[in-house]
């Protein structure tokens, strides 16, 4: 891994604790998420039918699919509940000098897993 792979999305302060907000790094929408003081970050894909979590409510370090209530952990990406099957990928996120930074993680797909 290298720094180099990490973007820059935005400032510490810039999202309240509890709060989400969705970026464009490269070809993928990715939720970064800010609670508790840390920073997680997940792709902005439901596995169940591609609904836009970043529209979902967020819970402790829980998100629900705006569609059809599909609960995501925005620490990992793992799935919840249903009517989802499988984790949606998560990516590492890093804050330096008051800024937060994600390097997107390429994963295989996961197919019926729960996690
Ligand atoms: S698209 Fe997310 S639960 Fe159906």
């Not at 099957?85 to 330096?96: F, I």
Request: hydrophobic share 35%.
């Amino acid at each position: 891994m290298t720094d180099v792979d990490f973007e820059r999305v935005c400032g510490v302060g810039d999202l309240p604790d509890p709060g989400k907000q969705v970026f464009e790094l490269g070809e993928r929408y990715v939720v970064v998420f800010h609670v508790a003081g840390s920073f997680y970050a997940i792709d902005d894909v439901c596995t169940h039918d591609g609904g836009p979590l970043g529209e979902g409510f967020l819970e402790g370090f829980t998100i629900a699919c705006p569609r059809h209530g599909a609960k995501f952990d925005i620490r990992d990406g793992r799935v919840l509940c249903m009517p989802a099957v499988c984790g949606t990928p998560s990516h590492e996120v890093k804050v330096e000098n008051g800024e937060v930074f994600v390097k997107i993680i390429e994963r295989p797909k996961k197919k019926y897993v729960w996690g």
